[in-house]
């Protein structure tokens, strides 16, 4: 029974770790690999298009009366470089501690943002990560605050609106930028842009009304992406359109589903937040409390293909000789946890920390990231900071794992009597239960007490894969070495003997140091019970490390140095109590018995 509770124990854990692996890595890199060749084909496209000579606007579809208007040359694409596109309007520069860019002055359209502290690759030297750029480009991605107005109004700002500067050309935390524009019914447009040292845009916006009679105008907002990431998100993570707004809370729209969709209009709101979010970065829209709007995620396929979160507010009426004032903020960069909450908590922005994928095991995934982040603080290292983890969470565990051990020890004990039983009752499956459990209660064995070693390490498991996968704070954290990134595979490989020979090796063959490690720990730790009599046990036995071994090669370096960790903790805190059980620790056993020869059938 031993034996077979094992076995059922093995094949169930297999089969998850199997389905796991092929529904977040093989399934999703097959999906990565065809969207990437057909974005490339889209970019072609449009660029030749561009170079036949379309005009910025020609198929553009006009605004309708009270509708956020559409953006000029949302049809053509520049095959110039990010430079020249800049150079074709005037700009604000924007330097703060986090962030350098521009303002363009046609439309006040933040679409030039670079992360400082953020590169493409572990290479310091390497680009910093362009988080917006101008909508001639194929990767064009901008955030643009505007009104939507009427015949009594007159032009009021929109996206082909010209501001002016008045005085302070430069927007840091401590300068914030004036921007003015006045139309031909009495309306002026003061526009006033500040920015934190990290990543949140404040643009105020007061009307005043120097004519005769009152209007009525609405404030909007967009986020809108022309591209969108070239490898797809597993589906551990949403990266696409999302927002969280009045009593329908989050709402999440994978590129892929808003491109069926079309539109998707939630109810009317006071409050919450809208915009579009990758793996690490996001850019998201936080219209004022103080005015009811209208939040909207929409694909538009005139001109040019475009993701759009956008919001509309209701009319705000401004009497004549008066004045109104309404407030949007803008969040553009690096979703980093501390930062995120203390935006959420600070500015009362409602559920931003939701920003964050932390999934639905929310519960499980932040303590986990907190404990980590908070052991990293004191070692400086986030490897240590996982290793760290590993005994702690060890620990809070040891008297419920001390318990399994201990009935595992005692299991082997009455090993002579359980086989004395299956023999005296052999016939009667029956009896030979019902002696099988009487034993067990005289013996105080509780014969699922194994089965919980396994089961406690899988949600941590997966807590701490998400933690490695989704925060930024992983990204680029080295350990030491040659694990330079926790968050990716480890690069080495036994097949090009780590890098001595020099040959690109495919992706399953890429079996690093550290997944290595792992499988020798993993065959261990199986080592440290009986083999089983079962020849097919047997083989699953003696092969699942080497399955695993290349299963985990793809995943996180941080997840394997854990699992690795975490088996050579087991084998210690296993073989302590079967010693002090007086249980046979049987590793070295089995290890002779791997390498003896075996008998011929004939002998």
């Given at each position: 029974?031993?034996?077979?509770?094992?076995?059922?124990?093995?094949?169930?854990?297999?089969?998850?770790?199997?389905?796991?692996?092929?529904?977040?890595?093989?399934?999703?890199?097959?999906?990565?690999?065809?969207?990437?060749?057909?974005?490339?084909?889209?970019?072609?496209?449009?660029?030749?298009?561009?170079?036949?000579?379309?005009?910025?606007?020609?198929?553009?579809?006009?605004?309708?009366?009270?509708?956020?208007?559409?953006?000029?040359?949302?049809?053509?694409?520049?095959?110039?470089?990010?430079?020249?596109?800049?150079?074709?309007?005037?700009?604000?520069?924007?330097?703060?501690?986090?962030?350098?860019?521009?303002?363009?002055?046609?439309?006040?359209?933040?679409?030039?943002?670079?992360?400082?502290?953020?590169?493409?690759?572990?290479?310091?030297?390497?680009?910093?990560?362009?988080?917006?750029?101008?909508?001639?480009?194929?990767?064009?991605?901008?955030?643009?605050?505007?009104?939507?107005?009427?015949?009594?109004?007159?032009?009021?700002?929109?996206?082909?609106?010209?501001?002016?500067?008045?005085?302070?050309?430069?927007?840091?935390?401590?300068?914030?930028?004036?921007?003015?524009?006045?139309?031909?019914?009495?309306?002026?447009?003061?526009?006033?842009?500040?920015?934190?040292?990290?990543?949140?845009?404040?643009?105020?916006?007061?009307?005043?009304?120097?004519?005769?009679?009152?209007?009525?105008?609405?404030?909007?907002?967009?986020?809108?992406?022309?591209?969108?990431?070239?490898?797809?998100?597993?589906?551990?993570?949403?990266?696409?359109?999302?927002?969280?707004?009045?009593?329908?809370?989050?709402?999440?729209?994978?590129?892929?589903?808003?491109?069926?969709?079309?539109?998707?209009?939630?109810?009317?709101?006071?409050?919450?937040?809208?915009?579009?979010?990758?793996?690490?970065?996001?850019?998201?829209?936080?219209?004022?409390?103080?005015?009811?709007?209208?939040?909207?995620?929409?694909?538009?396929?005139?001109?040019?293909?475009?993701?759009?979160?956008?919001?509309?507010?209701?009319?705000?009426?401004?009497?004549?000789?008066?004045?109104?004032?309404?407030?949007?903020?803008?969040?553009?960069?690096?979703?980093?946890?501390?930062?995120?909450?203390?935006?959420?908590?600070?500015?009362?922005?409602?559920?931003?920390?939701?920003?964050?994928?932390?999934?639905?095991?929310?519960?499980?995934?932040?303590?986990?990231?907190?404990?980590?982040?908070?052991?990293?603080?004191?070692?400086?290292?986030?490897?240590?900071?996982?290793?760290?983890?590993?005994?702690?969470?060890?620990?809070?565990?040891?008297?419920?794992?001390?318990?399994?051990?201990?009935?595992?020890?005692?299991?082997?004990?009455?090993?002579?009597?359980?086989?004395?039983?299956?023999?005296?009752?052999?016939?009667?499956?029956?009896?030979?239960?019902?002696?099988?459990?009487?034993?067990?209660?005289?013996?105080?064995?509780?014969?699922?007490?194994?089965?919980?070693?396994?089961?406690?390490?899988?949600?941590?498991?997966?807590?701490?894969?998400?933690?490695?996968?989704?925060?930024?704070?992983?990204?680029?954290?080295?350990?030491?070495?040659?694990?330079?990134?926790l968050a990716a595979p480890d690069p080495t490989s036994i097949f090009n003997l780590f890098g001595l020979v020099p040959v690109t090796l495919p992706h399953m063959l890429m079996i690093g140091v550290w997944p290595l490690?792992?499988?020798?720990?993993?065959?261990?730790?199986?080592?440290?019970?009986?083999?089983?009599?079962?020849?097919?046990?047997?083989?699953?036995?003696?092969?699942?490390?080497?399955?695993?071994?290349?299963?985990?090669?793809?995943?996180?370096?941080?997840?394997?140095?854990?699992?690795?960790?975490?088996?050579?903790?087991?084998?210690?805190?296993?073989?302590?109590?079967?010693?002090?059980?007086?249980?046979?620790?049987?590793?070295?056993?089995?290890?002779?018995?791997?390498?003896?020869?075996?008998?011929?059938?004939?002998?």
């Amino acid at each position: 029974m031993e034996n077979n509770r094992n076995f059922f124990i093995t094949i169930a854990l297999s089969v998850l770790i199997l389905a796991v692996w092929q529904y977040f890595y093989v399934l999703p890199r097959s999906e990565a690999q065809r969207e990437a060749a057909r974005i490339e084909q889209q970019r072609v496209e449009e660029q030749k298009k561009a170079a036949g000579g379309t005009n910025p606007g020609d198929t553009a579809t006009p605004a309708a009366p009270g509708a956020i208007p559409n953006a000029p040359g949302t049809d053509a694409v520049t095959p110039a470089g990010r430079e020249q596109a800049l150079a074709t309007s005037k700009r604000v520069t924007i330097d703060t501690p986090s962030l350098e860019g521009s303002i363009n002055l046609t439309g006040a359209r933040l679409d030039d943002l670079r992360l400082k502290h953020y590169t493409e690759t572990v290479d310091k030297n390497s680009p910093e990560i362009s988080l917006l750029n101008p909508a001639a480009l194929p990767t064009g991605y901008y955030a643009e605050i505007g009104f939507v107005g009427n015949d009594k109004t007159g032009a009021v700002p929109g996206p082909e609106t010209v501001w002016s500067v008045d005085g302070n050309a430069t927007l840091t935390p401590s300068t914030p930028v004036t921007l003015t524009y006045s139309n031909d019914k009495g309306l002026t447009f003061k526009r006033t842009i500040s920015v934190d040292a990290n990543y949140m845009f404040t643009v105020s916006d007061t009307v005043q009304n120097s004519g005769t009679a009152p209007v009525s105008l609405s404030n909007y907002g967009r986020v809108t992406r022309f591209d969108k990431p070239a490898v797809a998100s597993t589906y551990v993570l949403h990266e696409g359109l999302i927002g969280f707004t009045g009593t329908e809370g989050l709402q999440e729209h994978k590129y892929a589903s808003i491109e069926k969709d079309k539109q998707v209009t939630p109810g009317k709101s006071t409050d919450g937040w809208l915009g579009i979010t990758d793996k690490y970065w996001a850019v998201t829209l936080v219209p004022s409390e103080k005015q009811p709007f209208q939040p909207r995620f929409a694909y538009f396929e005139d001109g040019r293909h475009r993701y759009q979160s956008d919001f509309l507010t209701d009319p705000i009426n401004v009497d004549a000789g008066q004045s109104a004032t309404v407030e949007s903020e803008i969040f553009a960069g690096a979703k980093e946890v501390a930062k995120i909450n203390a935006y959420a908590e600070d500015r009362h922005i409602k559920r931003f920390d939701l920003l964050i994928d932390w999934g639905w095991f929310h519960f499980i995934t932040k303590p986990m990231f907190w404990l980590i982040d908070t052991l990293y603080k004191f070692f400086g290292n986030f490897g240590l900071a996982i290793l760290a983890t590993t005994v702690i969470v060890k620990a809070l565990f040891f008297p419920l794992a001390n318990k399994s051990y201990a009935s595992m020890a005692n299991m082997k004990k009455v090993q002579p009597k359980m086989l004395e039983i299956r023999e005296k009752y052999a016939d009667d499956k029956m009896k030979q239960q019902q002696a099988m459990m009487e034993l067990y209660k005289t013996e105080k064995i509780n014969p699922l007490a194994g089965c919980w070693p396994v089961a406690l390490q899988i949600p941590v498991f997966f807590s701490l894969y998400k933690v490695l996968y989704i925060t930024i704070e992983m990204r680029h954290a080295p350990f030491f070495g040659w694990i330079q990134d926790l968050a990716a595979p480890d690069p080495t490989s036994i097949f090009n003997l780590f890098g001595l020979v020099p040959v690109t090796l495919p992706h399953m063959l890429m079996i690093g140091v550290w997944p290595l490690i792992m499988g020798v720990t993993m065959f261990l730790q199986m080592r440290m019970n009986p083999t089983p009599p079962d020849p097919t046990q047997a083989a699953i036995f003696t092969w699942m490390p080497v399955i695993f071994t290349f299963m985990m090669a793809g995943f996180p370096a941080g997840l394997v140095i854990y699992w690795a960790w975490n088996n050579t903790l087991s084998i210690l805190q296993q073989g302590v109590i079967m010693k002090r059980q007086g249980a046979k620790i049987e590793l070295w056993d089995n290890l002779v018995a791997l390498f003896r020869k075996k008998p011929s059938p004939a002998e």
